[in-house]
């Protein structure tokens, strides 16, 4: 079945960085587009990146465009966020989130999400 | 950005009710629109693709309807399952958003 772990995650100050993963397992890893998805505490959930099948192309959310990069590794079944620059309101659960087309068309909606991981900023 | 708007964001409501929420884009969308549930602590899980397309294994007590700008999640028969927060979702753009959530309590 599809599994997503996303691992990673802790306790950070403002202006760090960290590397968040998610193992996926139980489908075609390189067939599908991956996202990451967060929450802050309190508050509803917030898309944050987007990454395409084969990792030609990637999107971003404002919020986190030149701080945030999404990428994936084939060999590893593994997607990754890497978090530079990091500010306190990057306070929330990530979670990673399988597209729910396969290939080259993107549907831009989630069939399968991981629990997520927290990532706290603060001093 | 697209804006979504849920209303209302949070209800109460008893086991056997029907429950309506709606979401609202601030512009049309056409169906490109999404639900999910959401549970603390466990992943979110979709329930409706396209507005109205119930996603393989939901129960059919959750239906989705709308084009355009305004959408609506019915749940035609409350379980003690379904206590949760729904989001609504547009896809319609790249730069993906979701509505606020509806929190549905227990009455």
């Known amino acids: 079945q599809v599994q997503l772990v996303e691992s990673g995650g802790g306790v950070v100050q403002p202006g760090r960085s960290l590397r968040l993963s998610c193992a996926a397992s139980g489908f075609t890893f390189s067939s599908f587009a991956m996202h990451w998805v967060r929450q802050a505490p309190g508050k509803g959930l917030e898309w944050v990146a987007f990454?395409?099948?084969?990792?030609?192309?990637?999107y971003y959310a404002d919020s986190v465009k030149g701080r945030l990069t999404i990428s994936r590794d084939i060999s590893k079944n593994t997607l990754y966020l890497q978090m530079n620059s990091l500010r306190t309101e990057d306070t929330a659960v990530y979670f990673c989130a399988r597209d729910s087309w396969r290939g080259v068309i993107v549907s831009n909606f989630f069939d399968y999400w991981g629990q997520g991981t927290l990532v706290t900023v603060s001093s | 950005d697209i804006q979504m708007t849920q209303s209302p964001s949070s209800l109460s409501a008893s086991v056997g009710d029907r429950v309506t929420i709606t979401c609202r884009a601030s512009q049309s969308i056409s169906n490109y629109l999404n639900w999910y549930q959401h549970k603390p602590g466990k992943a979110p899980i979709l329930l409706i693709y396209?507005?109205?397309s119930l996603q393989s294994g939901v129960p059919s007590r959750f239906s989705g309807s709308g084009s355009g700008t305004d959408f609506t999640l019915t749940i035609s028969s409350l379980q003690p399952e379904d206590f949760a927060t729904y989001y609504c979702q547009q896809s319609y753009s790249t730069a993906l958003t979701f509505g606020g959530g509806t929190k549905v309590e227990i009455k």
């Open positions: 990454i395409s099948f084969d990792g030609s192309n990637k």
């Open positions: 396209a507005a109205s």
